[in-house]
Each structure stands twice: as C-alpha cells, then as structure tokens.
C-alpha cells in the first residue's frame, strides 16, 4: 500500500523532505523542497552531527534551556558523534516583522531576524539553521490574514537567505500558548509550516502538535497541569518536552523515559551541568558578535568571540572525555 508522504509526516509530527513531497495546486513549484534520500532513524541524527548548526528564534530559545537538553541527549545517546552547535535566539523577536502597539510598555518594538540573519550567516557560517518563530509573530491577536501573510513571508525571507548563504534550514514550529484562544494563532501557522516549507527548509518538526499531545496526555490525571509558567514561556519540564519533541519529530534517537524522568536524571548527571555551561558560554558571546537591536543597540563584534571559543573548547574537551568514558 502507497502511503501519501504528508500523510507519513503526520504520523511522526514531522514533515521531512526526505521523505519527498508531492507537487500540488497547493504548494507552487518554486516552493517545493529539494529531495534527499531518505535514511534509518539512526542516520537522521546526522542532520545536525558533523555540522555547524546555528539555532533562531524568540526569548523561548534564548533562555536556551530546551537547546541544553538538546544537546545533553545528543552527547548522551550519540558519543561518537560531534555536535557543533550555536544558539543565538534574541527574546521578543519575530520573523514577520510584526510588533504591537505599546509592546515593552513603549519601550522599544519587537526585533524582526531579518535586522541580523545576514550577520549571523556572515559570522557564524552554518551548514544548518534551526529556527523556532511564531510565537511572538501573531503579536496575541486574534487570527488575521494579514498577520500570516507577514508570518508566511518572514519564514519565506528567512528560508532564502539561508539558501542563498548555502545553509539548509530545519523549522520547528511554535510551542503552545495556554492562555486562551491565541494558540488557535500558532496551530495555524504550525499547520502551514508544515504543509508548505518553502524552498531550502529540509525538514519540519511540528513542536506546537507534540507539546499539545504532551500536555493532554498529563491532564487525564491532573486537569490543570501546565507547560508553561505564563502561558508563554515554559517552565523546565516544558523545556524537556520541547527537547524530546524535536528530536522525536526528526526521527532522532534519544534516551528513554517520560520527559519527567528524563528532568531528574539531567540533574543528577555532572555530564547535563557542563552541556549547559558549554551553550550558555558560546550563545551569549555568539549573540553579541553578531550584534542586535532590541532596548538597546549593541554593536557587531561586541566582545572577544576568540576567547569565547576557547573557553567553550576547554568544556567541550571535558564533555568529550566524559562521554569516552561512559562510551567504555
């Protein structure tokens, strides 16, 4: 039996153009993705090992905390593999360029990536983009279709110039909103990610699916559990389910257990505290080399990023070393 491959996606909270994609009236030719063969679950771990991989998005991933387990579980279940990765995610940011009226009591509007992607493409030089938007890009208003056209372009703009730099992209649609009728907002734009990754977006996890399952299945027995501590930003088992849906979502072998069991090993594992100082050590000296504005301007090449490499190549030596050691 020929199973439709959006319909395989499905099953997987994935859309992966591995897989391949059908040309439909839906999906323009000049917005198909590029094929690439398809592999095992354990070969598509190497979408991210051996590459330099450069992780976008909102205050959610600068708080880097789901990028921590990420990597933890990818030291942890792929010791002979080397993972190189930067995350350079700027808080209240957005691809659509979107901004409401008042935003940060007035402060300053909302940052829009495309102010620094070429930068950060200059700089950083990755093979892979992950990028996680739509949170903040329907700026907690009602459903309009104004508003997903500039999400839709923004993730479009984002794609090309990924593509034009010679980076390949992964999309990780939002997480969820559990404040009410705004996360009808971020299903909308999750479902159009998946169904339409522009042209240069190898594979989508569809996050906002998994997080939702996540959270139901925990309801039955606590009907007012929550993933997040303000309806945005997750708490650390949020974080932990984030993690685990991304590389499930990508076919990406993992270790085992509820994301609950997984939170109290991290914590007793020394191998969790390195990954941790390791991503906090490049991301913030990542994030200022390549400069932004938000309250504030700060400048590209702000800092020393020579000595942040060193010092993050003193701890990932020592993550190495614990990682050989277990591995025997």
């Not at 398809?38 to 598509?44: F, P």
């Not at 938007?133 to 700026?139: A, L, S």
């Not at 459903?143 to 010679?166: H, P, V, W």
Request: glycine residues 8%; contains cysteine; proline residues 6%.
């Amino acid at each position: 039996m020929k199973i439709h491959p959006i319909a395989l996606a499905i099953l997987f909270n994935v859309s992966l153009a591995s897989i391949g994609q059908s040309q439909t009236a839906e999906v323009p030719a000049d917005r198909q993705t590029p094929t690439v063969p398809a592999t095992t679950s354990v070969g598509r771990v190497d979408l991210l090992a051996g590459k330099r991989v450069m992780i976008l998005g909102d205050s959610i991933t600068q708080d880097g905390t789901y990028v921590s387990y990420l990597e933890y579980f990818l030291a942890k279940c792929h010791p002979g593999k080397s993972f190189d990765i930067i995350n350079v995610g700027l808080a209240s940011e957005t691809a659509s360029g979107l901004s409401e009226a008042g935003h940060a009591g007035g402060a300053f509007p909302r940052p829009c990536v495309h102010e620094r992607l070429q930068r950060a493409l200059d700089a950083v030089k990755p093979q892979m983009v992950v990028a996680c938007y739509g949170m903040n890009d329907g700026i907690y208003q009602p459903y309009s279709e104004a508003n997903m056209t500039a999400f839709q372009d923004g993730i479009t703009k984002l794609a090309d110039g990924c593509r034009a730099a010679g980076s390949r992209v992964i999309l990780v649609t939002p997480p969820v909103f559990e404040g009410g009728a705004y996360d009808e907002v971020l299903s909308k734009f999750s479902e159009w990610e998946v169904a339409h990754p522009p042209k240069g977006v190898i594979a989508v996890a569809d996050l906002h699916t998994a997080m939702g399952k996540a959270r139901a299945q925990r309801r039955r027995e606590a009907p007012e559990f929550r993933l997040t501590n303000d309806n945005v930003h997750p708490g650390e088992l949020g974080h932990v389910v984030m993690a685990q849906s991304i590389l499930q979502g990508l076919g990406i072998p993992m270790p085992q257990g509820t994301a609950e069991e997984l939170l109290t090993s991290a914590h007793g594992d020394p191998l969790f505290s390195l990954v941790c100082k390791h991503r906090s050590t490049r991301s913030n000296g990542w994030l200022n080399h390549i400069g932004y504005t938000r309250e504030r301007r700060v400048a590209p090449k702000t800092g020393d990023i020579d000595a942040v490499e060193t010092a993050a190549k003193q701890i990932q030596a020592k993550i190495d070393e614990m990682t050989r050691t277990r591995e025997k």
